[in-house]
T-cell receptor, first 112, second 115 residues
Framework: GIQVEQSPPDLILQEGANSTLRCNFS?????LQWFHQNPWGQLINLFY???GTKQNGRLSATTVATERYSLLYISSSQTTDSGVYFC??????????????FGTGTRLTIIP | KAGVTQTPRYLIKTRGQQVTLSCSPI?????VSWYQQTPGQGLQFLFE???????NKGNFPGRFSGRQFSNSRSEMNVSTLELGDSALYLC??????????????FGPGTRLLVL
């Protein structure tokens, strides 16, 4: 199956700092999503980005499908950005959505 | 639109019992997937249902089963609970299931503790 690696596993930053989270995957995919898991366990959709670049406020993401990696950028970090960030990939077949394979996540801690 | 809802939110069971978890997808969504999250194994895919049919299944024993109803609501059942089944169980729904822009939206999860 597809392997997904995320780095770094842990990241501690001061409020206001910028960060880059990386996701490498082992095979071609046509579904890639970034999620933020809050302290209560809820997975919040950040981006659906199988290729290209998207931006949403202080967050942006880039996926280079041909090189099998995706990057999540967080600028001007706030304490509310703390939590675990997951990258998940999958293949959408003609039959519909296949399973998502998740990486092990990056735990981000923003210090005031 | 209301999001994905899961009930119950918390559950405590003892070994050997069985449990049923429920998931209501976003209105209009037809695909429902289930995932298990544990500290040791991370997030793992259990199964996916579309139009009351299981389309995809992960590597879990037969004690884990599910079903989907005609209104797209889904239930998963775990029989003969083991301590290792303690986990956060997450349900996700996606839209048409036809393969176009299939963002998955997750519910808040059910935390199951097996004693």
């Amino acid at each position: 199956g597809i392997q997904v690696e995320q780095s770094p596993p842990d990241l501690i930053l001061q409020e206001g700092a910028n960060s880059t989270l990386r996701c490498n995957f082992s095979d071609s995919v046509n579904n890639l999503q970034w999620f933020h898991q809050n302290p209560w366990g809820q997975l919040i959709n950040l981006f659906y980005i199988p290729s290209g670049t998207k931006q949403n406020g202080r967050l942006s993401a880039t996926t280079v499908a041909t090189e099998r990696y995706s990057l999540l950028y967080i600028s001007s970090s706030q304490t509310t950005d703390s939590g675990v960030y997951f990258c998940a990939v999958g293949l959408i077949s003609n039959f519909g959505n296949e399973k998502l394979t998740f990486g092990t996540g990056t735990r981000l801690t923003i210090i005031p | 639109k209301a999001g994905v809802t899961q009930t119950p939110r918390y559950l405590i069971k003892t070994r050997g019992q069985q449990v049923t978890l429920s998931c209501s997808p976003i209105s209009g969504h037809r695909s429902v997937s289930w995932y298990q999250q544990t500290p040791g194994q991370g997030l793992q895919f259990l199964f996916e249902y579309f139009s009351e049919t299981q389309r995809n299944k992960g590597n879990f024993p037969g004690r884990f089963s599910g079903r989907q109803f005609s209104n797209s609501r889904s239930e998963m059942n775990v029989s003969t609970l083991e301590l290792g089944d303690s986990a956060l169980y997450l349900c996700a729904s996606s839209g048409t299931g036809t393969g176009t822009h299939e963002t998955q939206y997750f519910g808040p999860g059910t935390r199951l503790l097996v004693l």
